[in-house]
Structure formats: C-alpha cells, structure tokens
C-alpha cells in the first residue's frame, strides 16, 4: 500500500489543473427487437468497438453498421433475427467532451427588470460545496480498511484497494491509473499454489510528445534481432519524442525490477494425449509459476492460439498446457514452449535505453539492456557465507553449486522436522516428532532414479516425509541446488539507410557480457560477445512482374549472449543441429519475383558455418499462385551439411493444392522429409536420421464462413535406421470431419470428428478418438430453448499432492481437529470451516509427475421452457405462463486408457475404469417466479464426484430434493415455508473414518412482517433430522429457533440483528469427521450464536460497516468476534 500511495501521489503532483477525460470500456446488453438499437445517449468512439452474441461469440462486423455520432447500432436488412439479445462493447468519450458548458451559471442569472446599468446583491451564495476526492477527474473504483479482533483469535488486518483513474491534469496533459492491491489471492476452493501480496500498480501520464509509465508495465522489443524481448516488470518508463522538420528523436529510458526469466523447452507430443504437458524452469524443477500471458506455443514451428475453443489451454499456477478437443496431438507433432516464469532467488533489476534518430532516408538506433541480480538482497534463499563461498568457488560450473539442505530448528508442530542417527560411518536423517531431540529442518531434492539414498515414504497434511533406504538405492538426497545471481548486459547499434526508392541497407552490430555468476571471478573471461548483421535489400525492376532481392550476412560469436531468441523457432531442426555453441557465420541471398496477380515464387541460398565443425548449404524454393479457382503453395528445401564425424543430406517439400467450385471445393498436400545422416568414419547411417511421406486429401461442400461440411483423409509413412537402413516403423490413417450444418438465427450445430489409427512395427498399435458436438436451437419463439455439447478426447490425469499451511485466522478456508490426538496434522484431519475465526488454513496444490492414461467423456446440456409468451392468453395457456423450468446438465468422466477401446457414453458413471468424475444435474421449476405471489419453486439436484490423488481415491454422492414456498398477503407479511430430503454418501478409500451415509430432512417455515419496503422482523423454525446409515450409526435431530431484524433508514443506514437457539440431540462419536459434518461444527446440546451487523453511509463516498458474531454451546465457552471496516468509494 505504502508504494501504491507513495507512486500516486508522486506522479499526480507533477501538474495543477484538472479536467475529465474519461475512456471507460462499457459492456451493455440489449434484447434485439428491430434492426436499430440505441447504445448510449451520447456519441461513442470507434476504438475498441465489438458486438458479441449472448454466448460470447462475436458477430462479424458484416452483419451491421454504427453511427458513432448518433450511438446507434443499425443490423443489415434481415440479419437482426438472427440473434435474440447482443452484448456491445464500446468505449464513451470523455465527459469533458460530450457535456455541456456555459460561460454563466443560467441558474443564479436573475432577468433584469429595472434600467439600472448593473445589479447587486447583498446576499452571499449559502450552497453547501460537498469535498469529493480526486475532484476533477474520473475515478472509479474503492478503498477498504478493516481489522478483525475476536477473543478465539489475533487480531487481523483486512486492506483492499481497487481504483482507476482517468482524466485531463491539464490541457496538454492526461493521467490513466489502475491500483490494485488485495491481501492475499487465493483459487477456488481455498486453494492456491503460492501465497504472495497480490499488488498491481499502473499509471500513466502523457501528452503528445511524451509519455511516463509506472507501476506493473510491460516492457518490450521487437526491432532488432539481438535484443528481442518481452518482460512484464515493476518499475518506472519515460518516453519522449522530438519533431524537427526534417527529422525526429525518439527516447525511452526505463528502470525497474523484474518478476521472471526466459525459457524455452522442446518435445514432442504423445499419441493420442491432449495433455496436460509440464513444463518447467532452467533447473528442470516443475514446481514453477508461468507469469500469465507470457507463454508462446508452438506446433511444428506454428504459432498457436489460447483459447476455450481454439489450440490450446494452460494452468499458469502448476505450469500446464492442454490442447483442445480440435487439435488433436500425436507422436508426429513438435511443441515448442517460451515463456516467462517466476523466479525469486534474488531482487532482479533491470535498466532499459533507447535512442532513435530518423529522417527521411536514415534511420538510426542505439539500446542498452542491463539485467542483473542483487546478489545482496536473496528472496527465496537465505545463503549463509559459507554457501557463498561455494558459490565464488564453483565458477560457471552449476553442477558444483549444489550443499546440505539441513539446518537445526526448534520444534514446531508445523514442520516436518528429522534427527541424525549414524548407520555405520555415516549419519543419516529419520523423521521425528520428539521435541526433546536435536532436530533439523531437511529439504530433499530429486536427483533421478537410483542416483540418491532416500525415498518417498510418507505424505501428510504439512508436507512428505522421507526415509534412507541405502546408498543408490533412493531418488532423492538431502541437498538443494543453489542459484547463483548473473547479468546480462546487451549494447545494439542498428541503422537502416536509403539512399534510393529501390534500395535499402540495415546494419545491427551487439555486445553481449554475461556473467551467470556474480560471486565468483572464475571464467570471466568468456563473458563478452558481439554479434553482427549487414543486409541489403533491392527492387531490380517493378513492371508487370517484380524481381527483389535480398543479401544478408550475420556473425554470432559463440559467447554472445540473447534474452531470448534470435533466430526462427526450428533453425536447429531445419540446420541439423543438437548443440548451438560454437560461431555462428550465416550468409544468405534471396531472388523473389512476384505480380500483382498473387503470383509469387522465391529461392533462397544459405550458408552455414559453426567454429570448425560444421558447415551446411541450403536451397530453399517456395512459391504461391493464386487464380480465381485455384491456390498452389509450395516450400521445399535441400540442405546438405558436414561436421567433424558426419555428413548429412535432409531433403523437404511441402506441396498444398486446393480447386474452389461454386458451392464446392477440393484439395490435396503432400509433406515429406528425408534426413540421411552419415557416420563419416564407418559409413554407417546415424541413428538421428529420419525418412517420412505424408498424403492429404480433403473436400468439401457449401460456404466455409457460414453452412458447410468438410471431409479429409491424412495419410503418413515414417521411416527409421533399423541395421544401417531406413526401414518402416509405422504408417498411421487419419479421417476427419468439420462441418456447421445449421447457422441460423435460431439454432446451430457444429461438429468435429477425428479419427487416427497408428500400426507400428515394434511396438502395439494406437488409436484415438477426438470429437466435439455442439448444438442450440430455439423453438416455438423461444419456448424451447436447448444447448448441447459433447466432446471425447485422450489424456491424462494428473495424480495431484496437496498440503495445508497456517495462514491469518479468518483468512483461510479450512479448520485442523486432531482426531487421533497424536499431535500430527494428517490429510483426513482438515475440514472446511465452519466459522471464520477457525478458518486458519490454506490447502496449496502441488504439481505432479504423476500422469495416467485416459480418455475422457464431456456433456454438457442446459434446457429451458418458458411460456411466459403465454401470459396474454386465457385458460390453460393462462396458468401454463406461470411456469417456468431449467435444466442443467454436467458429466465429465475420464476413464483409464485400455487398448483399442473407447467408450463413447457419457452417462456410463458407474464404469470400475472411472478415475475422475464431475457430474452434476440441476432441475428447477418455477411457479410465478420471483413475484411473491404463491411462488413455488421445486429444485432437484443429483451429483456424483470422483477424485483420485497420490494418496487416496474419494467418491461423494449427492441427492438433494427442495420445495420453496413463498407468499406476500396483506403488503406486510411474507410467509415462507422449506421443505427438503437429501442424501449424502462420501467413500473413501484409505480414510475409511471419514467414510458416510448421511439421510437429511429439513422443515424450515418463516414469517416476515414488513414495516417498509426493506425493513422487516422475521421469525423462523428449523427442525432437521440427519442420520449416518454407515460405521457408528450416528443420529441426530436439530432444533433451531431464530429472529431477524433488518431496517434500513432513507437508504444511508441498515441494521441486522440476529438471534439463535439451536438444540442438538446427537448420538455417536463426538470427536470424528462423520459428527463434525452432521453438527456443522456446532456442539450437541444447546447452542446459541447472534450477529450484529451495521452498515452507514458517512457522506458520498464513505461508508462505515461494523459487524459482530458471537456463539455459546454447553461444552465451550462464548466465542466472540468482531470487525470494522471503512471503505472509500470514488
């Protein structure tokens, strides 16, 4: 918060003056009822402007028009039918625009009526002025401060601040600012992978020649090759730009720190695995956060999109990525990863410079990049000197920089803590929970399969606990590897001159210092690099057809160091090379000529050298030609390469033919490659090489942006070295379809299918299944309205570890009881809190290197029927309208993967083969809805879910059935009456104790008197009735009486008083999960809690809300908390 306020008032203080200007997004949702619909009352801008469906899909802008100066949305002809509701996006110009000035305030303008030459008034204006923050501009948003005290717990600081501003300081000048700034984030469910003070701070101030940003920017470069990036950072940009008249300057200069580091990862896919895939950080350690919006994926060398209903998906808390249902993975597909991840060993700062000349026919640039760690201010490792010595001594040798994780710490009940015992001559660690013991924290390391001397033996709430089990016998040792804190350092000088209209010269020369360790001194010597590049471009002749060419030649010394980089995704692949270190020396010469008739054809010659070992040439000849019907694109290439121990020849062409027809089209591809790689020394053929032939076919019928079906077949050879041959290893058949056979304005359908079958020779065959239906219609005017989908996909589940870690009381979501009373927080001991002052824990998820096979099964189906059209009628479509029914549908199975089966039923839940299950069915009817007049509603909800983790497989079984009754009479009593009979069946399979049957029957009648529209005194019965059909038979029956009283007064202030008595006659085991679920976390016997809540508005923008909670039982003592809060609104 400190820094939040501290950067605010810095910035704002720059400037006096005041004005409004405010750029609000807006999202407004209007029901389509003719061709015309009226946005706003005022004119809109252009940016940002977007329709969508009530699905969230966006509707081409073919479909309509807008009159910005009018705000008016204007469908073509028909089209307007199509869609029942639109959500639009559009962006309001600034108030200072749109409202009306006047040079006098005609409202204290008194008409003149004598023929005096001036009036005066001997009264002063008594209007009150009411202080407004940040008056004069436009802000949105609050601030929120609070304390929780209680005599069951510390008290708890609350502090939330959400604000944006927006605005003119001045007539040149205008602020954007964004601030966030929120205690703690957390997931659904209580969950969360890594606890940090969540804090975002943007502003900005600009005018036309130069702009300050601050806060959380995002800081880039994508002008040259050697200093490309993309970095989001915390720190401070200054831009500014010079005009002369033949001429301009451009200066950015930015300090600030950095939150991630570059990475980028390669692998291949797994047939018939959608994922999830894990990547992870420079280490290889996957217990990593991926900075969001970071990551760029790649399939073959193609960018992919994120997205639901696009290419892929991804978990940025446990660095997962997952491809969708339509693009199906396979062994034959190469993912390529970059992407950012959090790293906290050290503060990390960086420093940014750019300087831009340019005239008409120079353009020249200098950068300068400074990224380095403060090797004095550590985060997330505390190093002892001794630890850094040993980094000063490992050099750049990062396998040396690995020591002893174990340190003596007291006892504590919230650590995993072991004692040294000797086995021979050597001392190893044993768990233990004796605090009179000497004991030590220990972090244990994986360092691979039979290379360390402990395993894993136990998993419980607070984490694992380990055990040696003999020299090389283990995977895991008691060391961590240590980081060492490193900087890079980047100089580039870029110029692009044009001495004539058909001719360009660009020039990039870099230096590089890099140094991965800034504790030692060791090997410095090989931290300087430089880079360079001389291109030249020209047009020969622009007639009829265009002959360009393009010269250029790079050096990259084998020390010099990118961010990221710096050539294409594939250049190893497409280069036959493992291993990039040595000097790089690339020339090429490109001949293109092209018409105006998009026809194109290209041919490249590069040259390759690396140091002494290898050298490569490649053709590259590609082209495109384009008639009305017809489309050929093709790409070939031939490299032919030599290193010290091999020569290799890697021959490629991509061919890709389609014929377009009036309501048809047609097309063929062929794809091969053919990499022989041979063993200078014996002749012999490398086991790297690579032979495949790959055969597509496709067709289809109608129009591809609106109602059409398309088929295709796919068909692929791939060769391998069997005894020095190319020799089969499998061939694979893929069959497809696509299609959208209805589009209309009141229903569509889509459908993907595709099918692959992959034979190979030593190993057993494969097959997959990838699929997606999705359907929606509307009948009889929206009588009927109904959305399907179903979809089936291969993956895999992860085995997912969790652990729970104590945070701020009334801060967390879960309670520790100690069943057993040992004084071990074990997993089957932790259960959501009842009360917010027991609420002390967190359960953290933690990532997994345990996958299995599935396939999964996905419906979701949502009806509804409303003959409200009906209201208007008389009879039996008069009290037919006053029903209304939805239903809601959800199955997503996922079964264990068995060879050449795939079962394709949705609804089969009950299968043995189920490892994950979330099914959920929802009914409700409504009788009068929401008008409090005989209102009934009949809810029925039935769910099964299935989970299965390292340490457990748990399956809970829900079947609720509710009648809601309520009725207003007299215009001062509201009577409610609830009725409900549920299930609940929980089995697990190593907890057995916390395995149930529970049978439930609630009777819940209330009487409301309303004194005033808002203000009303209730009184209320509830009786239930829950008995445990499993283990120790556990009954019990509730009684509860309660009061409410709520009054609000002229909208400023609300009063809420409540009081209850509960009377609990439980049989059974008090202290168990089974009696802590029945009773709710109350005590059996009587019980009794109140509530005091108070909520005033001071003035404007200030409200104050007070709240109180208490509670008694029999057994405990009272338990008092309460909580101020005051909140800022602007």
Avoid: C
Wanted: net charge positive.
């Amino acid at each position: 918060m400190k820094k939040s306020f501290f950067l605010l008032v810095l910035l704002i203080s720059v400037v006096i003056n005041a004005q409004v200007q405010s750029e609000n997004i807006h999202l407004k949702s209007f029901i389509v009822k003719n061709d015309t619909i009226k946005i706003d009352t005022i004119s809109i801008s252009s940016a940002n402007f977007k329709v969508f469906t009530n699905q969230n899909i966006e509707i081409d802008p073919k479909n309509y028009s807008v009159n910005f100066s009018k705000s008016l949305l204007i469908f073509k002809k028909e089209r307007f039918k199509k869609f029942s509701e639109v959500i639009v996006q559009y962006t309001s110009f600034p108030k200072f625009l749109t409202k009306n000035y006047f040079k006098f305030n005609k409202k204290i303008i008194v008409p003149k009526a004598t023929s005096q030459a001036q009036l005066y008034s001997l009264t002063t204006n008594q209007q009150k002025i009411v202080v407004k923050p940040f008056e004069g501009l436009n802000t949105m948003g609050n601030i929120t401060r609070g304390v929780t005290i209680g005599n069951n717990q510390n008290a708890v600081v609350n502090s939330t601040l959400d604000l944006q501003i927006a605005g003119k300081l001045s007539d040149k000048v205008t602020l954007k600012a964004k601030i966030i700034d929120t205690n703690l984030p957390i997931q659904e469910n209580g969950n969360t992978y890594k606890l940090n003070e969540f804090d975002r701070v943007f502003i900005k101030l600009f005018s036309d020649t130069w702009s300050i940003d601050a806060g959380d920017i995002y800081l880039n470069n994508n002008e040259t090759s050697y200093l490309r990036f993309n970095k989001q950072v915390s720190g401070l940009a200054i831009n500014t730009n010079i005009k002369n008249n033949n001429s301009e300057i451009n200066i950015q200069t930015t300090g600030a720190i950095v939150r991630g580091k570059y990475k980028k990862v390669q692998f291949n896919g797994r047939e018939g695995n959608q994922g999830p895939y894990r990547l992870s950080d420079l280490n290889n350690n996957s217990y990593i956060l991926i900075l969001i919006g970071t990551e760029k994926i790649y399939a073959n060398g193609k960018l992919l999109k994120r997205g639901e209903n696009k290419d892929y998906t991804i978990d940025y808390n446990t660095a997962e990525v997952t491809f969708s249902t339509t693009f199906p993975m396979s062994a034959d597909v190469r993912i390529t990863a970059e992407y950012q991840f959090s790293d906290r060993a050290y503060t990390r700062f960086t420093t940014y410079n750019n300087v831009a000349y340019k005239t008409k026919k120079l353009t020249v640039n200098g950068y300068f990049y400074n990224e380095n760690d403060l090797k004095n201010q550590s985060l997330e490792q505390d190093l002892s000197n001794e630890q850094k010595q040993l980094l000063a001594n490992a050099g750049s040798n990062t396998n040396q920089m690995v020591t002893p994780s174990a340190f003596i710490t007291p006892f504590s009940e919230d650590k995993i803590l072991y004692k040294k015992i000797s086995i021979g001559a050597s001392e190893i660690f044993e768990f233990s929970t004796d605090e009179t013991e000497e004991l030590y924290q220990v972090t244990f390391t994986y360092v691979g399969e039979n290379l360390g001397n402990y395993i894993l033996k136990d998993f419980i709430a607070i984490g694992k606990i380990f055990e040696y089990v003999g020299e090389n016998l283990g995977n895991y040792n008691p060391i961590i590897r240590l980081t060492a804190p490193n900087k890079l350092q980047l100089t580039v000088f870029k110029a692009s001159y044009n001495p004539y209209k058909k001719t360009t010269i660009n020039a990039e020369t870099a230096f590089s210092n890099n140094d991965i360790n800034l504790f030692s001194t060791l090997d410095n010597a090989t931290n300087k690099g430089i880079a360079t590049k001389l291109g030249w471009k020209q047009l020969i002749f622009e007639k009829k057809w265009n002959l360009k060419s393009n010269f250029k030649f790079e050096f990259i010394d084998k020390q010099f160091k990118s961010i990221e980089r710096i050539q294409k995704i594939e250049f190893n692949r497409d280069w036959n090379i493992e291993t990039n270190t040595g000097s790089q020396k690339l020339l090429s010469t490109t001949l293109e000529l092209s018409n105006k008739k998009n026809k194109i054809i290209n041919y490249k010659f590069e040259n390759l050298e690396l140091s002494d070992y290898f050298k490569g040439n490649k053709h590259n000849l590609n082209g495109n030609f384009t008639t009305k019907n017809f489309n050929l694109d093709f790409n070939s290439s031939l490299l032919n390469n030599e290193t010290i121990t091999e020569k290799a020849s890697f021959l490629r062409y991509y061919l890709n033919a389609r014929y377009n027809l009036t309501k048809s089209w047609f097309g063929v591809n062929f794809n091969s490659e053919n990499n022989k790689r041979t063993n200078i020394l014996d002749n012999t053929i490398q086991n790297l090489s690579h032979k495949y032939q790959e055969f597509k076919t496709f067709m289809g019928v109608g129009d591809s942006t609106k109602v059409f079906v398309q088929i295709g077949a796919n068909f692929r050879t791939t060769d391998s070295i069997q005894n020095n041959k190319f020799a089969q290893v499998n061939t694979s058949e893929t069959y497809y379809l696509k299609s959208n056979l209805i589009n209309s304005i009141s229903a569509n359908l889509t459908t993907y299918i595709n099918y692959r079958s992959v034979k190979n020779t030593n190993f057993k065959n494969e097959e997959s299944l990838n699929s997606k239906i999705a359907y929606k219609q509307q009948l009889f005017n929206q009588f009927l309205t109904f959305n399907t989908i179903y979809q089936t996909l291969s993956g895999t589940l992860p085995q997912q570890d969790f652990t729970y870690i104590k945070t701020e009381q009334g801060q967390g979501f879960y309670t520790w009881i100690d069943y057993n009373e040992n004084g071990i927080k074990e997993l089957d001991e932790f259960e959501i809190a009842q009360f917010t002052d027991q609420a002390q824990y967190l359960r953290i998820i933690l990532p997994t290197v345990n996958y299995i096979a599935t396939h999964q099964n996905k419906f979701t189906q949502t009806i509804a029927i409303n003959p409200q059209q009906w209201n208007s009628k008389k009879g039996l479509k008069k009290l037919i309208s006053h029903f209304y029914n939805h239903t809601f549908i959800l199955i997503d199975g996922e079964q264990q993967k068995l060879a050449k089966k795939f079962n394709l039923n949705p609804f089969d839940i009950h299968n043995k083969n189920l490892l994950g299950l979330n099914f959920n069915l929802n009914n409700s009817v409504y009788f009068n809805k929401g008008k409090k007049k005989f209102s009934t509603t009949y809810r029925f909800i039935k769910s099964q879910n299935k989970l299965t983790t390292t340490i457990d497989n748990t399956e809970n079984k829900t079947q609720i059935h509710k009648l809601q009754f309520e009725h207003k009479f007299d215009d001062f009593w509201l009577f409610n009456f609830n009725i409900s009979s549920s299930e609940n069946k929980t089995n697990s399979a190593n907890f057995t104790n916390r395995n149930y049957f529970l049978k439930n029957n609630t009777l819940f009648p209330k009487l409301s008197y309303y004194y005033s529209k808002k203000s009303f005194f209730s009184a209320f019965y509830e009786n239930k009735n829950k008995e445990n059909k499993l283990g120790g038979l556990e009954t019990l029956k509730l009684q509860k009486i309660g009061f409410l009283l709520n009054y609000v007064k002229s909208l400023k202030s609300i009063l809420k008083i409540e009081i209850n008595f509960l009377k609990n006659t439980f049989k059974g085991a008090n202290n168990s999960p089974v009696a802590y679920q029945m009773l709710e976390g109350f005590q059996p016997g009587k019980n009794y809690t109140w509530s005091f809540l108070f909520q005033h508005k001071l003035n404007s923008f200030l409200n104050l809300n007070i709240n109180y909670l208490g509670r008694k039982s029999e057994t405990s003592r009272t338990v008092h908390t309460g909580a101020i809060q005051l909140k800022a609104i602007f």
